[in-house]
């Protein structure tokens, strides 16, 4: 069992390295002009045509998809799966469209916001919890940059200087918590946050997307107003995962840090202009803050504010077959 699991460590993280390099080369290959161009006539269109159904919290309970629930709270707006999407258009951003919502704070001094995704990719096997080797990755994190540092132009370049938060599992919640520092050719700090929160049949995101310099003091808001009142729903919980009836995921607690079963361009890519972002699904990078952007953002959605009104019914279970 333990020569199984090694192999399989070993095979993620080398095929990591490759694919990381990959989808750098990807990355550099998009120019400033050919990304803002062609999002623009879309964000202009979603913009003038939809109207986003901003939720204010008060302490009422909305539904994240029908995986799990979140209750708001006082001071802060949700957006469900469809609005969450539209919103990510509007500004020009690359959805995964594995979206399930996502929450903002409703003062505009404050520059943060959560996305969740949920990705059903079997019933993932903790038998890592105990086995996770931070240097290993961090090593296999260096070495892929590293690589793909050298198929890119210079004013790309990226370096991976360590752990911020390193792998850590919760046992009893089930769920994975890890954060990543690093640097571009300019010494600006880049930093994420990434919670994996293990479900039956696969796991929910939960992504902050702040700066570095509020990067801590938004990680309290994010545990202690956000993750505090997330919950997963009755019968999709870990524990409840049934081997004679349910998938089992082909990767394990390595394979999640490392990427998983996918890659998805992150939310934030259309926003190049402002914004320097990377791959979310390997969590090395979520944002590099540049001025005023999040503000412009967050200004665009205080305009909204007065059109507020809680939806209760968007906590209604959605249909099966809509399920992501």
Same mark, same amino acid.
């Given at each position: 069992?333990?020569?199984?699991?090694?192999?399989?460590?070993? %095979?993620?993280? %080398?095929?990591?390295?490759?694919?990381?390099?990959?989808?750098?080369?990807?990355?550099?290959?998009?120019?400033?002009?050919?990304?803002?161009?062609?999002?623009?006539?879309?964000?202009?269109?979603?913009?003038?045509?939809?109207?986003?159904?901003?939720?204010?919290?008060?302490?009422?309970?909305?539904?994240?998809?029908?995986?799990?629930?979140?209750? !708001?709270?006082?001071?802060?707006?949700?957006?469900?799966?469809?609005?969450?999407?539209?919103?990510?258009?509007?500004?020009?951003?690359?959805?995964?469209?594995?979206?399930?919502?996502?929450?903002?704070?409703?003062?505009?001094?404050?520059? /943060?916001?959560?996305?969740?995704?949920?990705?059903?990719?079997?019933?993932?096997?903790?038998?890592?919890?105990?086995?996770?080797?931070?240097?290993?990755?961090? %090593?296999?994190?260096?070495?892929?940059?590293?690589?793909?540092?050298?198929?890119?132009?210079?004013?790309?370049?990226?370096?991976?200087?360590? /752990?911020?938060?390193?792998?850590?599992?919760?046992?009893?919640?089930?769920?994975?918590? /890890?954060?990543?520092?690093?640097?571009?050719?300019?010494?600006?700090?880049?930093?994420?946050?990434?919670?994996?929160?293990?479900?039956?049949?696969?796991?929910?995101?939960?992504?902050?997307?702040?700066?570095?310099?509020?990067?801590?003091?938004?990680?309290?808001?994010?545990?202690?107003?956000?993750?505090?009142?997330?919950?997963?729903?009755?019968?999709?919980?870990?524990?409840?995962?049934?081997?004679?009836?349910? %998938?089992?995921?082909?990767?394990?607690?390595?394979?999640?840090?490392?990427?998983?079963?996918?890659?998805?361009?992150?939310?934030?890519?259309?926003?190049?202009?402002?914004?320097?972002?990377?791959?979310?699904?390997?969590?090395?990078?979520?944002?590099?803050?540049?001025?005023?952007?999040?503000?412009?953002?967050?200004?665009?959605?205080?305009?909204?504010?007065?059109?507020?009104?809680?939806?209760?019914?968007?906590?209604?279970?959605?249909?099966?077959?809509?399920? !992501?």
């Amino acid at each position: 069992m333990v020569t199984h699991r090694s192999r399989r460590v070993r %095979k993620e993280q %080398k095929g990591f390295n490759l694919m990381v390099a990959f989808i750098l080369v990807l990355c550099a290959m998009m120019s400033f002009t050919e990304v803002v161009s062609a999002t623009s006539a879309e964000s202009t269109e979603i913009t003038e045509s939809t109207e986003l159904n901003w939720v204010e919290g008060s302490g009422q309970e909305v539904g994240l998809g029908s995986i799990a629930t979140l209750k !708001l709270q006082t001071g802060l707006v949700f957006l469900d799966k469809d609005n969450t999407l539209a919103h990510e258009l509007s500004y020009g951003g690359v959805p995964s469209y594995k979206e399930i919502g996502s929450v903002y704070p409703m003062d505009e001094n404050e520059t /943060w916001a959560v996305f969740f995704d949920y990705d059903e990719v079997g019933h993932i096997d903790d038998a890592e919890k105990n086995d996770i080797d931070a240097d290993a990755l961090l %090593k296999s994190y260096k070495e892929g940059t590293e690589a793909a540092n050298k198929e890119t132009t210079e004013d790309n370049h990226l370096f991976v200087d360590g /752990w911020d938060v390193p792998p850590t599992y919760d046992d009893n919640l089930h769920n994975l918590k /890890w954060s990543l520092l690093a640097h571009d050719i300019n010494n600006q700090p880049l930093i994420n946050y990434n919670v994996r929160i293990l479900t039956r049949e696969g796991y929910i995101s939960a992504i902050l997307v702040t700066d570095p310099e509020h990067m801590d003091e938004d990680r309290k808001s994010f545990e202690n107003l956000v993750l505090s009142n997330f919950s997963v729903n009755t019968g999709e919980g870990y524990t409840d995962f049934d081997e004679s009836t349910d %998938k089992l995921a082909e990767m394990g607690l390595t394979g999640l840090i490392v990427g998983g079963a996918g890659v998805v361009v992150a939310k934030k890519v259309g926003l190049i202009a402002m914004l320097v972002v990377l791959l979310k699904k390997f969590g090395i990078i979520i944002v590099v803050a540049i001025g005023g952007l999040f503000r412009y953002l967050f200004k665009k959605r205080k305009n909204k504010e007065t059109m507020l009104t809680p939806d209760r019914d968007i906590d209604a279970p959605i249909d099966s077959d809509n399920r !992501l």
